[in-house]
């Protein structure tokens, strides 16, 4: 899996701010943008933030933001993603025994996760955990993701 970048790339943006470029300078009526060129836009925000590729292109935020919340609703268009964490690999003989206070083992010197999550409005959420402590996060999540809905 490769490593998400956060800030898009001229290569990203180019075609869609030079799309828009040649669109205003076309046009002979006011009138909406063409859908094509905002579902291009709407996939650039989905991966790199509303407000980024808004400033970049030339876009309204707002305008922006209310069609990426649109594509979300539509069916079809938002697909669950599977995303596998590396684990490490320990024997059960070096994992401590449970206590009432810490009723998950965790191994020696392990360090925890951290869970980065971020919406298509450009809400963001980190989350840190203890090893071991991962029932807590499904919780964490679902409010966070609750409250953008």
């Known amino acids: 899996m490769g490593k998400q970048r956060l800030e898009p790339s001229p290569e990203d943006l180019d075609p869609v701010r030079q799309q828009i470029k040649v669109w ?13 060129i905002w579902d291009r836009a709407v996939v650039l ?36 993603t599977f995303v596998e964490l590396p684990g490490r690999m320990v024997s059960e003989e070096a994992l401590p025994a449970p206590s009432p206070r810490d009723p998950e083992p965790r191994a020696p ?12 409005d450009g809400a963001r959420i980190r989350i ?22």
């Open 24 to 36: 205003r300078e076309t046009r002979k009526l006011p009138g909406p943008m063409p859908r094509e």
């Open 45 to 80: 925000a989905r991966a790199f933030g509303v407000c980024k590729v808004a400033r970049a292109v030339g876009l309204d935020y707002t305008g922006l933001r209310q069609k990426v919340a649109k594509a979300l609703e539509e069916p079809g268009l938002v697909t669950p």
């Open 109 to 120: 010197g392990s360090i925890g996760t951290v869970i980065d999550l971020s919406t298509p």
């Open 128 to 149: 840190q955990l203890e090893a071991g402590r991962g029932a807590e996060a499904a919780g964490i999540v679902a409010a966070f993701l609750g409250s953008r809905a």
